[in-house]
């Protein structure tokens, strides 16, 4: 039975690995994210505005909720971003994030 349970450990250790990866990657995505929009807000502080919309991200499974944070902020901004726009965005944002990730772990 040892042969059962070492592939089952390793099999809970790959899930564990790929859910913190998963985390990583979305988290330095949002942050890429806001760092782009800080620019076009007119944000002073890039970093702070990149931080509040990876904490934005954390109220519930999905993008949904960064979505709702960052079109709320265009909108207060008055700034010509569309919503297409920033999804496409996010979108590219991902695959560069995860290029980033991968990178640091080597």
Do not use: C
Not at 17 to 44: I, M
């Amino acid at each position: 039975m040892t042969t059962f349970n070492d592939r089952e450990k390793a099999f809970e250790s790959k899930f564990a690995h790929d859910a913190e990866l998963q985390f990583k990657v979305a988290a330095r995505r949002n942050k890429l994210l806001g760092l782009w929009l800080a620019g076009p807000l007119g944000e002073a502080d890039a970093e702070a505005y990149a931080r509040s919309v990876v904490v934005a991200d954390l109220q519930e499974a999905g993008d949904e909720d960064v979505m709702r944070k960052v079109m709320a902020d265009i909108a207060a901004k008055g700034a010509a971003i569309t919503e297409a726009e920033v999804r496409a965005k996010l979108a590219a944002l991902e695959a560069e994030a995860k290029l980033q990730i991968m990178s640091e772990i080597g």
